[in-house]
């Protein structure tokens, strides 16, 4: 990082899935030579996702680290400077931005984009991070093929979990949606899909209790909220979390406009945010969609009002000089 200690750059890009990655193409194609900072999770959610079928130009489906590679080639063919490096403090006070990466290197930027994501939602029950990874996942498209002829839970009652348990039907021989309350949140037609299967089963004013097993899942308990019962599932053996995602936006609390949630706002048709410089695309800002494309396209965006910003800072700093001169 000593190459770049107290440079100023024109676009500094935070975070490395297919919004920034994309923003890194558009931005090295205008010539911004744009730094990404691939952050804690290189590639994004992405790099825990098996098959990819629904991006454009994959007819043949994609795994999802193969995809982000991609992604990351042809972003630095043009130029990009993709680093290993998570952006852990920016001072707003000061144009151009002054940003330190890992508590220890500092440069300058222009323009920020940020593409940071978003991260699934964990119960944080002690038993569920123990076996994180033996058998507690938060991604069925990612893990759903273990579980074959097994028995599974998924927790949760939106779109998120209805999409997840109808997916974990290729796989399991029953899968079994555990929902804190008597009705489900999800579209009519999501619910249809999910419930219509043979293999799913409801809980309904259920929620986790317990995660059991020593080093993989081979159990769950489980309480009834209304009658505070608890009942052991004995023959599950796999626990997917369907309850949804938190932007990872926190380093911009207090300084960027945010709902409720922490999604970044962004200006009607564009990625502009409440902050000159700075901009918002793909889950940090996406609450609706959070789709790779989408995100991909909310990149693209993002670099090209990040590129008309510049030379607009360009032109008026130009102006300011000639009318000083004369």
Known sequence: MDDIAGKTMDVVIIGSGPAGLT?????????????????????????TTTDVENYPGYPD??????????????ATRFGADCRWGTVTKIDFDQQPYKVTVDDKTELNAKALIVSTGASAKWLGLESEQQLRGHGVTACATCDGAFFKDQEVVVIGGGDTAMEEATFLTRFASKVTILHRRDKFRASKIMQKRALGHPKVEVMWNTVLEEVLGDKVVDGVKVKNVQTDEITTLKNVTGVFLAIGHKPNTDLFKEVLEMDETGYILTKPGSTHTNKPGIFACGDAQDKDYRQAVTAAGTGCMAAIDSERWLAEQEEEQKEAAESTAS
């Open 61 to 74: 489906g994609v795994l999802g680290p193969q995809m982000m590679d991609d992604f990351r080639k042809q």
């Open 23 to 47: 923003a890194a193409l558009y931005a090295a194609r205008a010539n911004l030579n744009p730094l990404v900072f691939e952050g804690p999770e290189p590639g994004g959610q992405l790099t």
